[in-house]
């Protein structure tokens, strides 16, 4: 059943506008009205189940995609998990609904302002133990997607690397664009879509994100810094890029922007030397191959 006020508006008045607030025999989701159905009937609360999830590989993320088709389409799904001590106590489990209602409303304002990220079909929490909820979220399935980690490691046929550099430069330039932070800028979190005449390149993983009224270059860096260290701590020992690839990177973010171009092109280089010895016990480790992390569940 759906949970709607008597103008058809969601109950409350809570809920992002395009979804409707739906009560399933395991939980309560966020849906897009086209989904209610499946939804309503159960055939994905085994989602919200309490699976643990596995420990991350390399450039894996924290837990398994699971690939399913949610009333034919096909769609991704991922149960968030916190990371670090936090993760280590509490799992998947998270304080009321707030976290991933938010990840819906980021969605659907990042898609309104042109910035290429999956559409939320729905968003699942069910109480574990009184304020205490797991979540899920189920969002549309990117044909042929492959992060910029695996691209970086082993590059679609036809596609150079200042292609995906560029489109990967341009895609983060307009989420800054929107004044949004994104909490966890890695390689694992642009994911490109090979086209007939290109590839486009998707941001995903809003968790934790948020938007900011004032947005300045110091916001820039930080988030940028995010994905040097990934790329450092990851891949810089495995497929590194040269100093002018990097710098058609930050070219291709800052565009006609000199003054940007140096501030980052500065800020950057001070945040790698502050990274230190890490960045040479990065380097010395054995590469770490990414185990699968897809689980496909489709009918």
């Not at 574990?128 to 492959?146: D, F, K, M, N, Y």
């Not at 450092?232 to 565009?255: H, I, M, Q």
């Not at 500065?266 to 897809?294: D, I």
Request: aromatic share 8%.
């Amino acid at each position: 059943m759906t949970r709607d006020g008597p103008d058809g508006a969601p109950a409350g008045g809570s809920s992002p506008a395009g979804y409707v607030e739906v009560a399933s025999p395991a939980g309560t989701w966020l849906s897009r009205p086209g989904f209610v159905g499946p939804i309503a009937g159960g055939d994905v609360d085994d989602l919200l189940s309490n699976a643990s999830p596995r420990r991350p590989a390399a450039g894996g993320g924290r837990g398994p995609l699971i690939r399913l088709r949610l009333g034919g389409q096909e769609a991704i799904a991922k149960r968030p998990v916190h990371g670090g001590l936090l993760g280590r106590m509490c799992g998947g489990l998270y304080w009321g609904r707030g976290r991933i209602v938010a990840q819906v409303r980021a969605a659907q304002r990042l898609r309104a302002e042109g910035v290429p990220t999956p559409d939320i079909l729905a968003a699942g929490w069910r109480s574990v133990a009184g304020p205490l909820q797991r979540h899920t979220i189920i969002a549309s399935a990117i044909h042929g997607a492959i992060n910029l980690y695996e691209a970086s490691r082993n590059p679609p046929p036809g596609l150079s690397r200042r292609a995906i550099l560029r489109q990967s430069a341009l895609v983060v330039r307009r989420m800054h664009n929107s004044r949004f932070l994104h909490a966890d800028l890695n390689v694992t979190n642009l994911v490109l879509e090979p086209l007939a005449t290109g590839i486009a390149v998707h941001i995903v993983d809003l968790d934790r994100g948020r938007f900011r009224g004032h947005f300045d270059f110091a916001d820039r860096a930080r988030n940028l810094a995010r994905l040097l260290r990934s790329y450092e701590k990851w891949l810089v020992g495995e497929t590194p890029l040269s100093g002018r690839e990097e710098f058609y990177f930050l070219r291709c973010y800052a565009g006609n922007d000199r003054e940007m171009l140096r501030w980052l092109g500065r800020f950057l280089q001070s945040y790698r030397r502050s990274l230190g010895a890490r960045r040479f016990v990065w380097r010395l480790r054995p590469a770490r191959v990414s185990r699968p992390r897809t689980v496909d569940r489709r009918d």
